[in-house]
């Protein structure tokens, strides 16, 4: 069954694989989240301040270069894969480098990508590491590989299988949202083609469980030479490898090598949980075409422009639907963790869990491409934590809810080409940040104005969020960043408390409830009354906090929330001291290190969710020439197939980080609708109302008109704003 319920239709022409190509040279062979009060990217580590001293500022930080020969593929070449509960990582060389199961935050099976010797599984060409091409099938999260073997061509496919919605009883499944058409299969199947000469394929899966530390042996089942299991001792975790290639066992190993001729087929397909693998090609092709077209009927949901950004924009829907965790709606930051946030250095942090700070952002990109169904998911998830915590909201959770992350270093590995530590775990949970309450209000805000309506359940959510940040807006923290130095009064925190102000007042006016509405205006109006005083410097440009001049890459959230008009001097300003003195080749640092006490040494790459935020920044102040170039440019540095990790080093392209990186994707949503909108502005002005091509059809709204973001439900509000 598709989706939306219907059978699926064999249409082969839209996944037949492509005949011999040669692979295009990449422009760009190899994206972050920051360190925290702990040292942590995104609040990782322990919150002593006495723990690490501050670094020596320095103008000549020099980013590190990773070695010129190294057995680890740069971190964009690899492929992503997903089926909404596990995630997994293909190298290049057609190996599986990274996968945790039974889910994306638990213990690794195959961790090649840390350390060479932590597992993998290989299936493709012998003696061959380098594709001819590699691509997803369109509107899918199938990965194609071609290779050219010399004597022959092949074709690999590998996707975690989808299926139809088996479960009739809700205590058999972890689901927690609505159920759907579809769920995860628990297979990961690769099938290969030869379609022109001879080629030896090969088999190669050791899993290590346990992230390197737990080897185990093969044994073969009933089917004899066709199918092996392998156990780790004390875990209820078994894995079933099942072939039409005969699978030969040396203990940790599974190794099978065959001589392929022009129009064979073989499939390989790994199993967990209680489903039967496919028995056979002709089924391993038939489930992974049922996969393929749950991918595009999914994507096809969607609202997506006609315009030739569009395939960013798809891949970017697909990788956040990918990171998202089905049974609750979570959103996983990205899909690894540790993957360096400078070669070789000690940036390293888990990113397999959901913060709350994405929330807004999140919801941005889903309302703004039409999946409203994944965004109701997702503030579901939102909803009960903040239920569950009230005001003592943490900045992230695990993705089932859970509070505890505690972070743990992994000594026995070896590290993304030798970056150490390997941590898992953040300890971030335990810190207080004072955005929070903003980015929960915001996302409540944009939720009831994508409805229509305000239930008495989220106004209740929404009167406690408030209220707590109405507690705490004047006290210092360590900002959106999380740097590791003294608590400051940074100007990213008040903002949010602004946001959770003004936005309270919104839905209170919703609510009709002039008493709340009226009180939290006019806390909102103080905020900003003290954010103005305190936080411009002599040349009228918003500064990282309230004891400095420096620039921070946040404060160009200001003209997106909605904080002042985009015309406003100050915020025109602030933008352009931003692109013009806090930009590296052009793209976006989120601060100086030697004007910012972040705890950590060293220099850092460019955070690419800035340089998406400058694009709609930018467009926000009419600067609608210089948005387009900046958002070519990042986008030009995407991977080969169209992924950010959380940073880009500007001078190489090579990319840092966790991979992919969720709030990139999000980030790129954003400011591609800009783009996007502002060109067909220009189009509908210069060529005549008559000639225009609407975007939206239907009597469908802009995408700020859709989500509220210039609503001004008070008449009196506008002149408040604008004349301060």
């Known amino acids: 069954m598709a989706a939306d319920g219907r059978e699926h239709q064999e249409i082969r022409p839209n996944i037949e694989p492509a005949g011999p190509a040669t692979a295009p040279e990449p422009l760009y062979p190899g994206a972050s989240r920051s360190p925290d009060a702990s040292g942590s990217a995104d609040g990782s580590g322990s919150a002593d301040d006495s723990a690490t001293p ?158 390197g530390r737990t080897r185990s042996s093969w044994r073969h089942t009933e089917r004899g030479y066709y199918q092996a299991q392998i ?23 599974a190794r099978s090598r065959t001589l392929l001729h022009e129009g064979d087929t073989r499939f390989c397909a790994l199993s967990w949980g209680s489903l039967d693998p496919p028995e056979d090609y002709e089924e391993a092709y038939r489930r992974l075409v049922w996969t393929a077209h749950h991918w595009q009927h999914w994507l096809a949901r969607g609202d997506l422009p006609d315009h030739r950004w569009r395939s960013y924009l798809a891949r970017s829907a697909l990788t956040l639907k990918g990171l998202t965790f089905a049974p609750t709606g979570a959103v996983a930051a990205a899909a690894t963790t540790s993957l360096p946030e400078t070669p070789g250095g000690e940036r390293n942090w888990d990113y397999r869990y959901s913060w709350i700070r994405d929330a807004t952002f999140a919801l941005w990109g889903l309302f703004t491409l039409g999946f409203e169904w994944e965004a109701s998911d997702y ?16 900045i ?52 009831t104005r994508s409805r229509d309506r305000l239930d008495e359940r989220v106004w209740q959510m929404a009167r406690n969020q408030v209220e707590h940040a109405l507690e705490h807006w004047r006290e210092p923290d360590r900002g959106i960043w999380e740097v590791r130095g003294a608590p400051k009064h940074f100007t990213s925190s008040k903002l949010m408390c602004w946001v ?39 040349r009228g440009v918003f500064c990282q906090h309230y004891e400095t001049t420096a620039l921070d890459a946040s404060l160009l959230l200001m003209p997106l929330l909605r904080f002042l008009p985009p015309g406003d001097p100050r915020i025109r300003a602030t ?31 460019t955070f690419t969710i800035c340089s998406f935020w400058l694009v709609s920044a930018l467009s926000e102040i009419g600067e609608h020439h210089r948005a387009r170039d900046l958002c070519e440019k990042v986008l030009s540095y995407a991977s080969p197939l169209l992924l950010y990790a959380e940073e880009i080093e500007a001078t190489s392209g090579r990319h840092l980080g966790n991979f992919p990186q969720a709030f990139t994707h999000l980030a790129l949503i954003n400011a591609v609708m800009h783009v996007i909108e502002n060109d067909e502005e220009e189009a509908s002005q210069s060529q005549g109302a008559a000639s225009e091509r609407p975007r939206y059809g239907n009597g469908k709204l802009r995408r700020r008109d859709r989500l509220g973001l210039i609503d001004e439900p ?8 604008t004349d301060r």
């Open 379 to 394: 503030f579901a998830f939102l909803t009960e934590v903040v239920e569950r915590d009230r005001g003592d909201m943490q």
């Open 575 to 605: 933008v352009l001291a931003i692109a013009d003195e806090l930009t590296q080749d052009g793209l976006v640092l989120r601060y100086r290190v030697e004007e910012t006490d972040d705890g950590l040494s060293g220099a850092e790459g």
């Open 231 to 253: 156990t780790p001792e004390e875990s209820d975790l078994t894995l079933t490898l099942t072939s039409d290639v005969r699978i030969g066992l040396e203990g940790p190993s």
């Open 500 to 538: 959770a102000a003004d936005r309270g007042a919104r839905l209170a006016r919703i609510r009709e409830d002039p008493d709340a509405a009226q009180r939290w205006q006019q806390a909102a109006d103080e905020i900003h009354a003290d954010i103005c005083a305190n936080a411009v410097d002599e």
């Open 714 to 721: 008070d008449p009196n509000e506008r002149g408040r704003l």
């Open 54 to 211: 501050a670094p020596a500022f320095s103008p000549d930080l020099q980013m590190p270069t990773f070695p010129a020969s190294s057995p680890f593929p740069p971190i964009a070449d690899y492929a992503f894969l997903s089926d909404c509960e596990v995630t997994a990582l293909v190298a290049p060389s057609s190996a599986i480098e990274w996968m945790c199961l039974p889910r994306l935050d638990c213990p690794s099976v195959f961790g090649a990508l840390l350390d060479r010797d932590a597992g993998r599984f290989k299936f493709g060409p012998e003696n061959i590491s380098e594709p001819a091409d590699r691509r997803y099938l369109p509107g899918t999260m199938v990965v194609e590989t071609s290779w050219d073997c010399g004597q022959g061509w092949i074709i690999v496919r590998d996707c975690l299988l989808m299926g139809p919605w088996r479960h009739e009883k809700p205590g058999r499944s972890s689901h927690t949202r609505p159920p759907t058409d579809y769920d995860a299969e628990h297979t990961l199947l690769r099938t290969v083609r030869c379609v022109n000469g001879t080629a030896q394929l090969i088999i190669d899966c050791e899993p290590v469980f346990d992230y």
């Open 396 to 447: 992230v959770y695990g993705i089932d809810g859970r509070s505890e992350l505690p972070e743990q270093t992994l000594k026995h590995l070896h590290g993304y080409q030798g970056a150490q530590p390997v941590r898992i775990g953040n300890d971030a949970y335990a810190q207080q940040q004072n955005d929070v309450w903003g980015v929960v209000l915001d996302s409540l805000y944009l939720h």
